[in-house]
T-cell receptor
């Protein structure tokens, strides 16, 4: 299957600082990427849909000024958690969509564990 | 979006075949059924996708009855490493606006 690289895999930061997470599609171009958040023992929650060259579409309840998304190329999307606080500690997962056999399939990154002290 | 219902958890033993059934009563004509596997602290991994009847790949089979209101993921001869959460997703995979939405998933525990 296609490979999606997410970096870093784990980050610890102080409260009030910003953290950037990168998501790259390594062997395919992704016009659309997605960012999810997952709390322990819970399912993935979609945060936003990122389209190359345009503004991201955020799900209800997700602050766009706090979670900045940039999708500057067909292979790279970034999520910046600005002024992080302990309640932002979570597992963040990106995914990229590609067309295979006429059908859309999403491939996911390995996730980023964010711990805000 | 079609809502899916799966068992919250299942237990099995090494070497057994495991069948996880997902209900999606209001599946739409253009909707596909996709299954993902997720290990703790990792992103979901694509397992299999199908539209009707049966689909098989090197890791699993997907059985879809004629009415498509349910689907069954079949894992042959599971091992301890198959312990994970399995998610069933339904959506129009042929459309450019498809956004996979995750339900609660099924936590499968494989015992020695």
């Amino acid at each position: 299957g296609a490979v999606v690289s997410q970096h870093p895999s784990w980050v610890i930061c102080k409260s009030g600082t910003s953290v950037k997470i990168e998501c790259r599609s390594l062997d395919f171009q992704a016009t659309t990427m997605f960012w999810y958040r997952q709390f322990p023992k819970q399912s993935l929650m979609l945060m936003a849909t990122s389209n190359e060259g345009s503004k991201a579409t955020y799900e209800q309840g997700v602050e766009k000024d706090k979670f900045l998304i940039n999708h500057a190329s067909l292979t790279l999307s970034t999520l910046t958690v600005t002024s992080a606080h302990p309640e932002d500690s979570s597992f963040y997962i990106c995914s990229a969509r590609t067309l295979q056999g006429g059908k859309n399939i999403q491939y996911f990154g390995a996730g980023t564990r964010l711990s805000v002290l | 979006l079609a809502k899916t219902t799966q068992p919250i958890s299942m237990d099995s033993y090494e070497g057994q075949e495991v069948n996880i059934t997902c209900s999606h009563n209001n599946i739409a004509t253009n909707d596909y059924i996709t299954w993902y596997q997720q290990f703790p602290s990792q992103g979901p991994r694509f397992i299999i996708q199908g539209y009707k009847t049966k689909v098989t790949n090197e890791v699993a089979s997907l059985f879809i009855p004629a009415d498509r209101k349910s689907s069954t993921l079949s894992l042959p001869r599971v091992s301890l490493s198959d312990t994970a959460v399995y998610y069933c997703l339904v959506g129009d995979a042929s459309g450019g606006s498809y956004i996979p939405t995750f339900g609660r998933g099924t936590s499968l525990i494989v015992h020695p």
